[in-house]
């Protein structure tokens, strides 16, 4: 994700999967 290799919160991650989600 994000090239992240520290600890995500879940806001993150449902940031993340929204905004490629919406690219795609």
């Known amino acids: 994700m994000s090239g992240r ?4 919160t ?3 991650y ?3 999967h ?3 989600a919406s690219v795609n």
């Open 5 to 8: 290799s520290s600890v995500f």
């Open 10 to 12: 879940s806001q993150d």
């Open 14 to 16: 449902i940031s993340d």
């Open 18 to 20: 929204i905004w490629k």
